[in-house]
């Protein structure tokens, strides 16, 4: 018998539209999907096969998740472990790769769109702009889960860099001091809440008003905080934001400038 592959695959954002086409395959040749159901929501099991049989991750531990696949894979059934996002960023994965391996059986990654990048371009904003960003940090402040102390939210603010926060809306206060210290109280964030579902919600506030727009939109879970110049530039659409590729004074190689 042919050992189908355990395919992980990212759901995107939200949006069921928003998952990649080699994605929606997956899930319309599964047998099982077993979906991350505190986060995937069910409008993306559109995609399903009519006879494919789901089952949600919400209560299960890593031991059950390994055993449903180790079970449905002796069985030679397709599976996809669906994740929210991009499996690779905060997917929990690498344990459950991990587990497979040890077990012999095969599996792959397919990539997903994830909150920061539905998010920038519902702002119709870039985040790397030219000589003034051109850096993104995606990362998220120290909670239950620890983050290693060279990563700490204080050490990567000092950059001023493009900074899309993940998994810290409920610590928001704590953000919001530091995030005043290093990009300074009277700059522009952008609270992300659900980016791409239909309770989507992008809000532009004053750094020194995170946590009151929180509280006043009652948003505690389930959102991005964005941060840096790309976000003022993304409502001012300052002209004076040039690349070279574009520029008709700069020769590159399919293009000779003007003189």
Sequence with gaps: MKKNKVIFAGAGPGDPDLIT?????????????????????????????????????????????IDTIKAYHAKGKKIV?????????????????????????????????????????????????????????????SGRTPVPESEALEKLASHKASMAIYLSISHAQKVQKILERHYGKESLCAVAYKVSHPEEKIIYTKIKLLVKT??????????????????????????????????????????TAEK
């Design 21 to 65: 086409i080699k994605s929606m395959n997956a899930l319309k040749a599964a047998d099982l999907i077993i979906y991350a159901g505190s986060l995937v929501p069910k409008a993306v099991l559109r995609w399903k096969g009519k006879d494919t049989e789901t089952k949600s991750s919400a209560n299960m531990d890593l031991p059950q998740i």
């Design 81 to 141: 472990r669906l994740h929210t996002g991009d499996p690779s960023l905060y997917g929990a994965i690498f344990e459950q790769m991990r587990d497979l391996e040890k077990l012999n059986i095969p599996y792959e990654v397919i990539p997903g769109v994830t909150a920061a990048f539905a998010a920038s371009s519902k702002m119709n904003m870039e985040y790397t702009l030219p000589e003034v960003t051109q850096t993104l940090i995606l990362t998220r402040i």
């Design 214 to 255: 929180c509280e006043d939109n009652q948003i505690t879970r389930h959102a991005l905080i964005i941060v840096g110049k790309s976000v003022e530039a993304s409502i001012k659409k300052n002209d004076i934001l040039k690349s070279k590729l574009y520029d008709s004074t700069f020769s590159h190689g399919y293009r």
